[in-house]
């Protein structure tokens, strides 16, 4: 998550930059600015091999904005877009960019998340990079049955040997791995589950959870319809900076589960809210197990 080094508005922060950097930084600032959804897009190779620049040169650029690398600066870059220009320059992030940033955060999320369950009899699980490590979780877990419209959320959990993993019909959307559009809506209507486990591509106490594709918005509305209660997994980078579209405003949730700490204000204000906020920070001993 930005931290308070970071700024709220990334365009402005680069553009008053600018001027400031060294020549390779400057042009790096160009292009994110000129070219914003070929700097998302791209491998950081590309990117290099096109203004003739190393990968350190570009991660020393990104960190420069308070950012711990490339990928969870382009996912602030695509939030900026989507939030601030009016979706008129949407890029969607690339899901391997979300999969590398907080990846210690999404493991506690995720174990904490798995101990909400241990009961249910019937799961339905949202894709997503926080999902995906929610499903390998499940193993201890006495077997249930499993739907999901994530292709990787299925493999993961299809690795227990113990589950019934159904997997939702649609579309697939190549970015993301995962199934989507109408047909998705079809094959839940009728089913019931005990929970949903909901990812979140944004979190903010005020505007609520959103997500960058208004198809997978408004499945991911039935999908929240077709269970008795939801679960939503976030870490700390999804909060405070609304996506394009919206799934749902906070009152809809039943537990949040973060890295957050509690003190943080964030986290006190959803709490303010009536939610259940789960704190999935470890302890020192945890820490090292996960490493």
């Known amino acids: 998550m930005p931290d308070s080094a970071q700024p709220q508005d990334i365009f402005a922060a680069i553009s008053a930059a600018r001027g400031h950097l060294s020549p390779k930084l400057s042009a790096i600032a160009s292009y994110a600015l000129d070219q914003t959804e070929q700097f ?3 491998t950081s190779k590309e990117i290099c091999a ?17 950012f711990s690398g490339l990928s969870d600066f382009r996912i602030d870059l695509a939030l900026a877009l989507a939030q601030n220009r009016g979706g008129s320059r949407f890029v969607e992030p690339l899901a391997r960019d979300r999969r590398q940033v907080n990846q210690l955060g ?20 949202d894709n997503g990079s926080t999902a995906e490590a929610f499903a390998q979780e499940l193993g201890d877990l006495p077997s249930m049955t499993v739907m999901t419209n994530g292709i990787f959320v299925a493999q993961n959990v299809l690795q227990h040997e113990k589950h019934t993993v159904m997997l939702a019909g649609g579309r697939i959307r190549p970015n ?33 959870v959103s997500t960058f594709q208004e198809d997978e918005a408004h499945a991911t509305r039935r999908m929240m319809d077709a269970a008795e209660r939801v679960i ?4 700390k ?36 809210q009536g939610i259940e906020v789960v704190s999935a920070l470890a302890s020192k001993e ?6």
Do not use: W, Y
């Open 237 to 272: 980078t999804k909060l405070l900076k609304p996506a394009l579209h919206l799934i749902c405003q906070m009152s809809q949730i039943d537990i949040l589960v973060t890295d957050l700490p509690k003190d943080d204000p964030s986290f006190t204000a959803i709490e303010a």
């Open 176 to 208: 993301a791995m995962s199934m989507s559009g109408p047909l998705v809506e079809t094959c839940i209507q009728q089913m019931r589950f005990d929970t949903f486990v909901m990812g979140a591509a944004s979190l903010h106490p005020q505007f609520g």
């Open 106 to 125: 999404k493991t506690r999320i995720a174990r904490a998340a798995a101990e909400l369950v241990a009961k249910d009899r019937s799961l339905l699980i």
């Open 50 to 66: 096109e203004l003739k620049t190393s990968e350190p040169t570009l991660i020393k650029f990104c960190q420069s904005f308070g």
């Open 286 to 291: 945890q820490h090292n197990e996960i490493l």
């Open 232 to 235: 939503v997994l976030a870490d």
């Open 40 to 42: 998302i897009r791209k």
